[in-house]
């Protein structure tokens, strides 16, 4: 085996006579011969060295290469460290580790990309692993406090730093792990769900056409059993009278049966590219998720006041977003209806718990069951 070393000197093909192992044919080529003959001299009379001490023995071709250059190229070594640090810089490794994801979940990382480079500035190119210390994450997070005020919404960020230090570990990148030191501690988050009462007021709530349409999405995730909108969007088709799609979230594969509520609001709605007709209006999902969580604030008597006739309105469910529709599915099924546990976490999509549900092809009948009960009971009273 042969390991070569690099002289940095540039020649042509036809400049190197490979039978006397010289320069020929160059401007320079008696100072790059001399050049040559004294750098192998060197090289020759330092290795015949480590032999005689029986430093080389066991050693590959390309180890020798390295041992040498470390010893007789003390700023090649260096320069070549430098790049090694840089290359598993965090600021590196954190993007490497982004882009491996797929684009929605890069993004999340890359906002909290921008996030640390808005803390630390220029610096953070030059941060090791180990420089991300407890003190650093502390002061990290108190500067996030400064324009994000929940803590949930922080340790989004911190949580993917945390990511990074397990995919470094992993790779042997490092062995330093400041979270044993610095928690990461979730608050609990007020419930995000409409109550049953709560629910059948908004689901017979009677506003103009503007206002119907959001309800009516609302009540169509609903009875979907708290389908994500960026789901329902790209909904294409209803087969055999289920829709089959991978969550974007996680992209567990999901199967929900169209019960003949939710289709009578398909069919109200029904696009041209599409099943439902949001994308045929709307470049992008979020905007039209936005309009709606900003809409479903809103619902409540309203009244006009003043000289102006100002339009005072007194919602009934400041707080609501699209989301409550998913929580509310999940809190009455388990806890007005007894669905078991297991079944409303097939339902939502959560990945399975147990080693041995991976084995088990779940038995899809008992989510249709549980839907169909969730719906008799809100629509119709019936248990």
Same mark, same amino acid.
């Given at each position: ?152 919404? &922080? !340790?989004?960020? #911190?949580?993917?730093? +945390?990511?990074? /230090? %397990?995919?470094?570990? *992993? ?20 419930? &995000? !769900?409409?109550? #049953?009462?709560?629910? +059948?007021?908004? /689901? %017979?709530?009677?506003? *103009? ?175």
């Amino acid at each position: 085996m042969t390991a070569f070393i690099s002289l940095s000197a540039k020649i042509l093909p036809n400049q190197w006579d490979g039978r006397k192992l010289r320069i020929v044919n160059h401007p320079s080529e008696m100072t790059l011969n001399v050049y040559i003959a004294d750098t192998k001299q060197r090289i020759d009379t330092f290795i015949l060295d480590l032999a005689r001490q029986g430093v080389l023995e066991d050693m590959t071709a390309f180890e020798i290469k390295s041992y040498v250059v470390d010893r007789l190229y003390p700023q090649k070594a260096e320069a070549k460290a430098a790049a090694k640090r840089k290359e598993n810089s965090f600021a590196v490794q954190f993007e490497k580790f982004a882009h491996s994801k797929k684009p929605s979940t890069c993004g999340v990382y890359m906002h909290t990309m921008s996030r640390m480079k808005a803390f630390a500035g220029a610096k953070l190119e030059d941060l090791a692993f180990e420089d991300i210390t407890k003190e650093w994450l502390t002061s990290f997070d108190n500067f996030l406090a400064q324009t994000a005020p929940s803590q949930n919404a &922080r !340790n989004i960020h #911190l949580r993917n730093i +945390r990511a990074v /230090f %397990n995919e470094a570990i *992993d790779d042997e990148i490092t062995t330093f792990y400041p979270f044993r030191r610095f928690k990461i501690r979730p608050v609990p988050t007020r419930k &995000r !769900n409409l109550k #049953l009462d709560q629910l +059948r007021l908004l /689901f %017979n709530y009677k506003g *103009d056409e503007f206002l119907q349409q959001y309800i009516d999405m609302f009540k169509l995730i609903f009875m979907l059993i708290g389908i994500n909108m960026a789901d329902l969007c790209r909904l294409k088709e209803i087969d055999d009278g289920r829709i089959t799609y991978h969550r974007a979230k996680t992209g567990a594969l999901l199967s929900v049966k169209v019960e003949p509520e939710a289709l009578e609001i398909i069919e109200r709605y029904r696009g041209k590219d599409w099943l439902i007709n949001i994308l045929d209006r709307y470049k992008d999902y979020r905007n039209y998720t936005h309009r709606m969580n900003d809409t479903l604030k809103k619902i409540g008597p309203t009244k006009r006041v003043g000289l102006g006739g100002k339009k005072i309105i007194e919602p009934l469910f400041p707080n609501l977003s699209v989301y409550w529709a998913r929580h509310t599915w999940a809190t009455i099924a388990a806890n007005d209806l007894d669905v078991p546990k297991e079944i409303v976490g097939h339902a939502l999509g959560h990945s399975s718990s147990t080693v041995t549900d991976i084995y088990i092809e779940y038995d899809q009948r008992k989510v249709d069951e549980a839907n169909r009960r969730v719906l008799d009971y809100v629509l119709y009273d019936k248990k």
